[in-house]
């Protein structure tokens, strides 16, 4: 398995995989070259190099992209996919997933996030810790929806939002592309493509 990333997201991806009793390799790919020849946890290789980085996937093709930032996520992810990679989505065990979820790809749920029922999820989507999606909310490709942040259905966040940690979002409100949420906000209306909403 690739974790693209090696960041706090990677880790906390790694943790999930651990903890869940993934037992097969866990190879790390970062762009940085300071993380170069470091072993995490004296178990895990970080490649940085990509040339390496290609040559691995083609070998070892299941990947997920663990980075934060929605733009640098969707960069890595077209990346991986040119190489031949095969999107993985790695699902917390703690997490509260309604059973019949619609299908989704390349996705991050960490420990303890709820999603309900009626939930449609594009690419790439990370769900942090503690948070909630509720009913029938619709994500697009790239959303990340940040620690202890409440997204209650129904509503529409487009691709490359960014939801802060703690952020409240109201029913009914429509949160655009590239639209940045600010921490511990209440969303009561709708938020413009690339708009920063800090309350």
């Not at 398995?1 to 790694?14: C, D, F, K, P, Q």
């Not at 259905?153 to 691709?159: A, E, L, Q, V």
């Not at 029913?171 to 920063?196: C, L, Q, W």
Request: net charge neutral; with cysteine; hydrophobic share 40%.
């Amino acid at each position: 398995m690739i974790i693209v990333g090696a960041g706090a997201l990677g880790l906390e991806t790694m943790a999930i995989l651990v903890d869940d009793g993934f037992n097969e390799e866990i190879v790390f790919f970062d762009d940085n070259p300071s993380k170069s020849d470091i072993i995490l946890y004296h178990r895990y290789r970080i490649i940085t190099n990509q040339l390496e980085q290609q040559n691995y996937t083609k070998q070892h093709p299941h990947f997920v992209v663990a980075i934060g930032h929605p733009r640098l996520r969707a960069k890595k992810y077209k990346q991986m996919l040119n190489w031949g990679g095969i999107p993985v989505n790695v699902i917390s065990k703690k997490a509260h997933v309604f059973p019949f979820f619609a299908p989704f790809e390349g996705c991050i749920i960490e420990p303890s996030a709820g999603i309900s029922h009626g939930v449609k999820m594009g690419k790439s989507c990370a769900i942090h810790i503690n948070c909630t999606v509720g009913h029938s909310v619709h994500l697009g490709d790239f959303v990340n929806i940040g620690p202890g942040a409440n997204i209650v259905g129904p509503c529409f966040i487009d691709s490359y939002a960014y939801v802060s940690v703690g952020a409240v979002v109201h029913p009914h409100v429509s949160i655009g592309k590239f639209a940045f949420i600010g921490s511990n906000v209440v969303v009561n209306r709708d938020v413009a493509d690339y708009e920063t909403y800090l309350g």
